[in-house]
């Protein structure tokens, strides 16, 4: 795991932004949790069901590559750790019955940047 995200290691969210900054090699951390929480939805014993927003910046910072899906995992600070050297950037979001739409309008945000 990526030393910058240790620090949400053992914290209690619903969802988790890393998004570039203006300064060259450095992301912002957001952590947060729903106001209304619902029920979790999908997932396994493996893990949790998320919500997935990744996209990359182009030279110009504009968004592109924009992509929403959903998956189980594991460990999503792993798998936040796997995407950042390769330049994606996004949100995940645990799936919950009241999630949706907090998802959608993220996603809707990001393509009028694209």
Avoid at 50 to 71: C, P, Q, S, T
Wanted: net charge negative; hydrophobic share 40%.
């Amino acid at each position: 795991m990526l030393d910058s995200l240790k620090q949400f290691k053992d914290r209690d969210y619903d969802s988790i932004l890393f998004m570039p900054t203006e300064e060259l090699n450095q992301v912002h951390f957001q952590v947060s949790n729903y106001i209304e929480p619902g029920t979790k939805l999908g997932g396994s014993t493996i893990g949790d069901c998320y919500h997935i927003i990744l996209f990359k910046e182009n030279d110009e910072g504009l968004v592109v590559k924009l992509d929403m899906f959903e998956a189980i995992l594991m460990a999503p600070l792993e798998y936040i750790s796997q995407l950042l050297p390769d330049e994606w950037f996004g949100v995940i979001c645990k799936k919950t019955t009241t999630s949706e739409k907090y998802v959608l309008e993220t996603f809707d945000n990001l393509k009028e940047v694209c």
